[in-house]
Nanobody, 118 residues
């Protein structure tokens, strides 16, 4: 059974930093694209950053220059480094991964809360 487990969320002051992690299991399945999205109550989920299996990245305009997505394929882990956080970055952050079991489909983690407040 495929599982994505996020960690690293928490409370941070404006201007601070957090690093989110997302680990995919089990290791027998191949992982392709990975990404991070976020959602606040009453709003649609917003795609924040993506990374291909080859390392190509993409970002929402709202986080460009502040967030960096990366991955360690050996550890089956994706990261989201978030710098210069703003109150409007407050949301539940979700990791997703395209995994072949062997059927290729998109899986989501359970989410981790990020709160930016003084």
């Amino acid at each position: 059974q495929v599982q994505l487990v996020e960690s690293g969320g928490g409370l941070v002051q404006p201007g601070g930093s957090l690093r989110l992690s997302c680990v995919a299991s089990p290791s027998i399945f191949s992982i392709y694209g990975m990404g991070w999205s976020r959602q606040t109550p009453g709003k649609q989920r917003e795609l924040v950053a993506t990374i291909t299996s080859g390392g190509a990245t993409g970002y929402a305009d709202s986080v460009k220059g502040r967030f960096t997505i990366s991955r360690d394929n050996a550890k089956r882990t994706a990261y989201l480094q978030m710098n210069n956080l703003k109150p409007e970055d407050t949301a539940v952050y979700y990791c997703n991964a395209e995994i072949a079991t062997p059927i290729l489909r998109n899986y989501w983690g359970q989410g981790t809360q990020v709160t930016v407040s003084s």
